[in-house]
């Protein structure tokens, strides 16, 4: 369970103000897999960071009774300076999980190869991305947090991915960002719009997507 209570967040821009959240209190569904929509500067990513405890909100508390994970993206979660296989176990460490195992579980992921004991900093965008999701699937978390990861790789690698994480999902619910929709119909069940500092939720996927089209319109 994820709640909002009084949340506020906004950035400054120049002489005005970018509001992510206003006074927001909510509780999420438990249990599901969300996909978070909105503009390509609604907040999005920052949302997530607060639910992660990354980044600070101006204001209220998120509370949560279960563990979070951190938002898998683009391999920022990542030390550029440590190979695959040093983050992964500082990871391990992290989070309190087996080391061997969690190593074991995200080499066999990821399909690095020889890369996985090369610095992050050699990485591709896409292999930092199958590592880090790797290590997130390798960590079994109450919430997921994913930032688009979910579309890196070939077909294969993504239909794997799906398989994972739906394996999680039995037991977990997870917050995803996509700008494919496709790929989010294939992950979630029920959706969320961040729009001009407020969150809707919406318990029918399909529908948030053509709600979220029509203000696309706008």
Not at 143 to 151: G, S
Not at 152 to 169: E, H, I, L, P, Q
Request: charged content about 25%; some cysteine.
């Amino acid at each position: 369970m994820i709640s909002f209570v009084n949340l506020c967040k906004s950035y400054s821009l120049g002489h005005s103000r970018k509001v992510i959240v206003d006074n927001l209190t909510l509780t999420l569904p438990p249990g599901k897999s969300l996909a978070l929509l909105g503009r390509n500067g609604a907040g999005k990513s920052t949302l997530l960071g607060m639910v992660a405890g990354s980044i600070q909100p101006d204001s209220g508390r998120i509370l949560s009774d279960g563990t979070i994970s951190w938002p898998v993206g683009l391999g920022g979660s990542l030390h550029r300076e440590m190979t695959g296989a040093q983050n992964v176990r500082f990871l391990a460490r992290v989070y309190g999980v087996d080391t061997e195992e969690l190593e074991d579980f995200v080499a066999d992921f990821a399909e690095l190869g020889s890369h996985f004991h090369m610095p992050v900093r050699s990485y591709s965008s896409g292999m930092k991305s199958r590592l880090a999701f790797g290590a997130s699937m390798g960590i079994r978390f109450d919430t997921y947090l994913v930032d688009e990861v979910t579309a890196v790789g070939d077909a294969r690698f993504r239909k794997k991915s799906r398989t994972v994480f739906r394996d999680r999902m039995a037991q977990s619910g997870a917050i995803l960002v996509a700008h494919d929709l496709n790929a989010l119909r294939d992950y979630c069940d029920a959706g969320l719009i961040l729009e001009n500092g407020r969150l809707y939720v919406f318990d029918d996927l399909d529908e948030a997507i053509t709600v979220h089209k029509r203000l696309m319109e706008v």
